[in-house]
């Protein structure tokens, strides 16, 4: 029988529609699965494919041809230290082995130097589209040996979402070690604040203006055909325009108001202090889902805490005009602190990351895809050392132009007692980064007075400490 060009350990719905996208695509894949009547089904599901079905890991990589090309689709951490604790004794100097999952990337930094060591070609592989992107191609972050890209390229190629405006493939190698790792963790610290955005432009429409499920979703359709043109604004319009069919009513008002997480968007934002590129955007959509899930305190704090009872009377298509802008604006200050972030960690741990090449394969197949970031790719690009974002010409223009909207919507929020600490945080951040001069200065006083901590002057060299008083 002949040989496997790829297996794959993992056969939950991600790691079953990967197997899938691959063979269709041309390729044998040898698939594994810890509990073997998951991988008996599966393959009795799809005759005529080509699958190999194994049932031991010895089976399993003696069904692939050699330099062996291995992809782990389990949850992170004890799950993927199970499997290579299984699955390293087997293999030989030169065979590949990816961890396709969202594991931390400490954790893959540490099995990359285990697996080195052993011989081994070890890659953190990050994978973005859910199920669908799986299946019909998913956005795909690869780091780790660069002699496992060279093996593996063309089917990563094959297998990843194309950008529809040039129809480039959606993948292409990060950089070393834990590289594909922290990129993907970042993209989905990104897409955090980003729906906490998508979800206060909502909460503004719907409490200050009164707008019901079928409204927004009219209004939802109508931007996703401008600038804000993305997948999740897609999705949201759908969302409203879902109904129950248990009640007939907009099955969205019935959801409870609690988001879970799975801890990549905390980890964006605790690494991004770690490597000192502020967040704010970010952490505000980590806090709000922490926030979201103390459902019972809140219920009990809104019968004892008052908020204004003040209703907008102003223009309301005046409104939902600031609130896209608004929207637009702050998702740019979003995406110019994960990009931030990202060229931040670059340096610290000398990934050597491309951010245009980063914002490419994001055009399509990811979560966080969006027609801007055509521009953002054009902007690193045009200047690779571009420091942030929003210094660009054309973001810098487009954010100008929607400032006033963008300052309406976020005093009228306050005004009304709506909580939107993304849309204020990316603000802030904004204004935060134009300021040629902080309150900093008394911070720093501050410290020097009460721990003589120091400080430098402005008006001389040195460093200096006071008696204040």
Same mark, same amino acid.
């Given at each position: 029988?002949?040989? @496997? ?11 079953? %529609? ?31 494919? +080509?699958?190999?079905?194994?049932? #031991? ?24 230290? @199970?499997?290579?604790?299984?699955? &390293? =004794? ?11 999952? %969202? ?15 052993? *011989?081994?070609?070890?890659?953190? &592989? ?37 950008? =529809?405006?040039? *129809? ?6 990060? *950089? ?11 993209? !989905? ?22 707008? /019901? ?47 879970? +997480? ?11 202090? /770690?490597?000192? @590129?502020? #967040?704010?955007?970010? %952490? ?25 009872? @003040?209703?907008? #009377? ?68 045009? %200047?690779?050392?571009?420091? !942030? ?14 400032? =006033? ?48 901590? #120091? ?15």
């Amino acid at each position: 029988m002949s040989k @496997a060009d790829i297996g794959l350990i993992g056969l939950a719905v991600m790691g079953q %529609n990967l197997v899938l996208n691959m063979e269709r695509n041309g390729f044998t894949v040898a698939v594994f699965n810890r509990t073997t009547r998951v991988t008996d089904e599966f393959v009795a599901a799809h005759p005529g494919k +080509q699958l190999i079905h194994t049932r #031991t890991l010895e089976e399993f990589v003696a069904a692939l041809e050699r330099p062996r090309k291995i992809m782990i689709m389990v949850k992170a951490g004890q799950p993927v230290e @199970a499997v290579l604790d299984g699955l &390293v =004794p087997l293999l030989e100097p030169g065979d590949l082995v990816m961890d396709g999952g %969202n594991s931390y990337y400490l954790d893959t930094e540490r099995r990359s130097a285990a697996l080195t060591a052993a *011989g081994l070609l070890y890659m953190g &592989v990050g994978v973005s589209g859910g199920e669908e992107g799986a299946l019909w191609g998913p956005s795909i972050m690869p780091g780790g040996a660069p002699e496992g890209w060279a093996l593996v390229k063309d089917i990563l190629q094959a297998v990843a979402a194309k950008a =529809p405006e040039d *129809g480039k493939p959606c993948v292409a190698y990060m *950089g070393p070690r834990s590289a594909g790792h922290y990129v993907k963790m970042v993209h !989905n610290g990104i897409e955090y604040g980003d729906m906490q955005l998508i979800a206060e432009a909502y909460a503004i429409l719907h409490k200050a203006l009164g707008l /019901e499920a079928a409204e927004l979703a009219a209004i939802f359709e109508e931007w996703n055909r401008g600038e804000l043109d993305s997948y999740l604004i897609a999705i949201t319009a759908q969302i409203f325009r879902t109904l129950d069919e248990l009640t007939g009513k907009p099955l969205v008002d019935l959801v409870l108001d609690a988001a879970a +997480q799975k801890g990549t968007g905390k980890w964006t934002s605790q690494e991004s202090f /770690e490597v000192g @590129a502020p #967040t704010p955007t970010i %952490n505000s959509a980590v806090t709000e889902r922490i926030i979201s899930s103390m459902k019972a305190e809140r219920v009990a704090a809104a019968a004892v805490l008052p908020g204004p009872d @003040a209703r907008y #009377t102003g223009d309301r298509q005046g409104l939902i005009d600031a609130v896209r802008q608004a929207l637009y604006a702050s998702k740019i200050s979003a995406y110019a602190q994960g990009m931030a972030m990202l060229r931040a960690a670059s340096k610290a741990h000398a990934y050597d990351l491309n951010l245009a090449e980063i914002a490419a394969i994001w055009r399509n197949g990811c979560i966080i895809r969006a027609r801007f970031l055509n521009r953002i790719t054009v902007a690193f690009e045009r %200047n690779p050392a571009l420091a !942030n974002l929003m210094l660009d010409e054309d973001f810098a223009a487009a954010v100008r132009e929607r400032l =006033p909207a963008w300052r309406h919507v976020v005093q009228t929020a306050v005004a009304l007692g709506i909580p939107t600490p993304a849309f204020s945080a990316s603000l802030a951040y904004y204004d935060s980064y134009r300021s040629a001069r902080l309150p900093a200065n008394l911070i720093q006083a501050q410290r020097d007075l009460f721990g003589a901590h #120091t400080y430098e002057r402005t008006d001389r060299e040195g460093v200096f400490h006071s008696e204040w008083g």
